[in-house]
């Protein structure tokens, strides 16, 4: 059984081993203990912390493997992206160019620097050991997020969105960074995100990108194919976010090109198709209906989520769990709990 949980200091040195792990699809994982180790710390001063609106708070998870107790994944999400700045993408725009002389009038297609997503709740990070064999803990990591966003969500904005990692090369290099960003920060694609650390608020940003919009037809070919397009390593996630509900929109990352997913809570399985039901010991209820997956996440004071199959709950007052379910969630029967199809 797998538990997702919050991270805690004893994590540290498991997250410092994922970060030693060539991950080209994810760039916003920290990667140097110094990186982890105050990202651990935020994370923990946040689900500490009394929320009555969203602000700087960062919300780290791990994917527990309780066989084993070993730390093999890792998800979070902030409660408002650029919190500490301005988040910066850029916006597929639409130019109208009209010339009354030539009786000319066309489209062209443009990118433009933007600030319009800072403020929003942002997923990041997501992170798990041999995606390619993953099961549904996959699925557990990513939705548990939005779960404690639901049983909090005082703590959290009304829209979500999610930056997927763009197109790399096998020494990865970005064909997006190489034609537009290369030219202004006079780096490397890699030296780049080193500096800025994943992050997308930096103030170095809008200093030094374009703040006039760049027309996508001057791109050459690699760059403009690679635009919107997401890393094969994100392909696990890209699957998993879709199916919750989040979709591509006029956003793309201003580093490599990667789409940007977003979407209003209310589109998502974890808020739209959750339901709070009381625990109930396994067994006792009657009834022979063929059991269901769920995700089911405890309470906002001692959060923790697990898979597991049992009858379905959508007509009925309890959700029947066993001892070990119970135990993974530090709850028993009588407790509420919030749970949502897989």
Request: glycine share 6%; with cysteine.
């Amino acid at each position: 059984m797998y538990v997702v949980r919050p991270v805690e200091r004893a994590d540290i040195g498991a997250l410092e081993a994922m970060a030693t792990v060539s991950i080209p699809g994810v760039h916003t994982l920290p990667r140097t203990r110094e990186a982890i180790v105050a990202s651990v710390e935020r994370s923990i001063a946040s689900f500490a912390a009394h929320v009555d609106i969203p602000s700087e708070e960062s919300y780290q998870f791990v994917l527990e493997d309780l066989r084993t107790r070993e730390v093999v994944g890792t998800s979070s999400i902030h409660a408002s992206a650029g919190s500490n700045g301005t988040y910066f993408a850029f916006r597929n725009d639409v130019i109208q160019q009209v010339s009354r002389d030539l009786n000319i009038s066309h489209s062209v297609h443009a990118l433009t620097l933007c600030s319009e997503l800072t403020a929003y709740s942002h997923l990041s990070g997501f992170y798990i050991r041999n995606r390619d064999s993953a099961g549904l803990e996959a699925a557990l990591l990513s939705r548990a997020r939005l779960l404690y966003a639901v049983t909090a969500p005082q703590r959290f904005g009304d829209r979500f969105f999610v930056p997927l990692a763009g197109v790399t090369d096998g020494e990865g290099q970005s064909p997006f960074w190489n034609a537009l960003g290369r030219k202004f920060f006079k780096m490397d694609f890699l030296d780049a995100e080193r500096v800025i650390d994943g992050a997308r608020n930096r103030t170095l940003i809008v200093e030094l990108m374009p703040h006039y919009p760049v027309y996508v037809p001057l791109l050459p070919g690699d760059a403009q194919a690679a635009l919107g397009q997401i890393h094969p390593s994100g392909q696990l996630a890209f699957n998993l976010l879709t199916e919750e509900g989040f979709e591509a929109d006029e956003y793309i990352d201003i580093f490599d090109g990667g789409p940007i997913l977003q979407a209003h809570k209310k589109a998502l399985r974890s808020f739209c198709a959750s339901h709070v039901r009381q625990v109930e010991n396994a067994g006792r209820a009657a009834g022979s209906e063929e059991p269901v997956t769920y995700a089911v996440a405890s309470s906002e004071q001692n959060f923790r989520a697990v898979i597991t199959s049992c009858p379905p709950v959508d007509s009925a007052q309890a959700i029947c769990l066993s001892r070990d379910a119970q135990q993974a969630l530090g709850v028993s029967a009588g407790d509420s709990v919030t749970c949502v199809r897989i």
